[in-house]
C-alpha cells in the first residue's frame, strides 16, 4: 500500500500520500505510522524502531531536537517534526540508490573476459579478413573465401565460452533463489567464488529479527503461568515490540487474557495498570524503583540475562517484584549449521551490527563468531568493508 503522512497545515490535520509531503511541513507521526522524511522532533516524545537502518533491534526514543529518519517506525507514543529532507534526499532513499550503484559493478571475472573477448574479436577479424584476401588472389573465387571466413569467425570466437558462463551463472542464481535469497544481478553469485570475508549482519541474517520471550524467572511467592498471564493482559494494549513478545508467549501456551482496567504507558520507561484487582508495573528496574518497588532480589538474576544476550523486564504485583521476563532475538534455527560450513570452508566471519555491544558478543559467543564490529551504521559498514578490501581481501 501507499505509505501516507499526518501533516498539520493551517492548524488542521490531513492524511496525505507521503510523496507529497514536502520540505518544511509540520508532521504528526503516531504509533504503527512510518517516518517518510528526515527531520527534526519539535514536541512530544515517541519511541522509533530502526532496526531496518541500523540493525538495532532496541527501540529508541526520540524527542525535542533530536533527529528522525525515514525508514524508521513509531512504536509507541507521538510526536510532531518538521521534514528538512524528502523524496530521494532522505536517508532510506539515499541507501536504495547506494545498493543500486552498487549493485551495478562487475565483477573482475567479467571484466578479463571482456578485455579477452575484444582481443578475440580483432584478431579474428584480422585472420579472417587476410584469409578472404588470400583466397581472392588465390582465384579460389567468392564462394570459397567467404566459406574461409566464417568458418574462421564462428570457429575462433568463443561463442561458446560466452554460453557456457551464462547458463552456469543462471543455474547458480536459481539454485540461490531456491533458498529463499534474491538475486539483484547474475554477476554476484560468480563472485562470490572468490570471497575470503564475509561480513555478516545480525538482526534477521543470524537472528529472527523479532524479540520473543526466552526464559521468566518468577520471584518467590509467584508461579510462572500466572505472572505471564497477569503481564500479557496488561501489555496487549501496548504497541511495543516487547509488549508483543509477552502477548505471544501467552497466545503460545494457549492462556486466557483478562482486560485491564487500568493502562499507561510512559514513553521509554514500560507500563502500569490494573488487571483483575492486581496493581501491576512492567518495564527496567529503575522504573520500578521510581514506582517504589524493591527489585534487589531480582538483580542478579537480571545480569546474568543481560549477559546471555537478553533485555531483562521487571513485573512488580502489588507493589512486590514479582519475576523478570528475558526477551531476545532468537538465533535462527539453520544459523549454526551455516556458520559452521562457511567456516570449514576458511572463511572468515565478522559480525557487523547496529545493535549494542553486549547483545552482538553474546549472540557471536554462541555461534563461535571471534570478530564483532558493533554499533555500526551502514554507511560505518562501508568503511569496515573499505578496510578489509585494502588488505586485499573479498568481502561479501
Known sequence: TQPTATVVRDGIEETIPAVEVVEGDLLHLFAGDEVVADGRVVARQAELDESLLTGESDSVRRGPGDEVRSGSFCIAGDCYYVAERVGAEAYAARLAADARAHSRTATPL???????????????????????????????????????????????????????????????????SRSGAIVQEIAAVEALNYVDVIGLDKTG?????????TSIRAAPGFGETEVLRLAASLERGSEHPLADAI?????????????????????????????EGRRQVLGSGKFLQ?????????????????????????????GEAAAIFAIADPIKATTPDAVQALKTEGVRLVMMTGDNRTTALAVARKLGID??????????????????????????
Open 290 to 318: 521510581e514506582q517504589q518497588v524493591d527489585t534487589t532480589a531480582l538483580t542478579t538474576e537480571a545480569e546474568a540475562l543481560r549477559s546471555d544476550g537478553a533485555t531483562a523486564i521487571f513485573m512488580a504485583v502489588d
Open 371 to 396: 570478530e564483532v564490529e558493533a554499533e555500526v551504521l551502514p554507511q560505518d559498514k562501508a568503511a569496515v568493508v573499505e578496510k578489509f578490501r585494502k588488505e586485499g581481501r573479498k568481502v561479501a
Open 205 to 213: 541474517t543470524l537472528t529472527e529479527g523479532r524479540p520473543a520471550v
Open 110 to 176: 567479467t571484466f578479463r573476459f571482456q578485455r579477452l573477448l575484444r582481443v578475440l574479436l580483432i584478431a579474428t577479424g584480422v585472420l579472417a579478413a587476410a584469409l578472404f584476401v588470400q583466397f581472392n588472389f588465390a582465384d579460389r573465387g567468392l564462394a570459397e573465401s567467404l566459406k574461409a571466413t566464417t568458418a574462421t569467425v564462428t570457429t575462433v570466437v568463443p561463442v561458446g565460452l560466452l554460453l557456457g558462463m551464462t547458463v552456469v551463472a543462471a543455474v547458480g542464481a536459481l539454485r540461490v
Open 247 to 275: 502477548v505471544r508467549a501467552a497466545g503460545e501456551r494457549g492462556l486466557a487474557l483478562a482486560q485491564p482496567a487500568e493502562f499507561d504507558s510512559p514513553v521509554g520507561k514500560g507500563v502500569l495498570g490494573l488487571v
